[in-house]
């Protein structure tokens, strides 16, 4: 089985901010659910994709062991 990889910009509110800042950490990948999808700031875009994940209050995530 092949699987690519792929760059997802992602967003956390202000009001957010402090409570998802203590559990996600920087280089790191996470296992996302729950999550919103919404079209990519033009002003903030940090990748190619059309898309960016935000992470509002009910996501449910997981750190992915480093491999």
Do not use: W
């Amino acid at each position: 089985m092949y699987q690519q990889d792929t760059l997802v910009q992602g967003c956390v509110s202000a009001v957010h901010q402090r409570k998802f800042r203590e559990r996600l950490a920087k280089g790191s990948a996470y296992t996302l659910s729950e999550f919103d999808v919404t079209r990519s700031n033009p002003k903030f875009k940090l990748s190619d994709g059309p898309v960016s994940i935000r992470i509002n209050e009910g996501i449910d995530f997981e750190k992915l062991p480093n491999t």
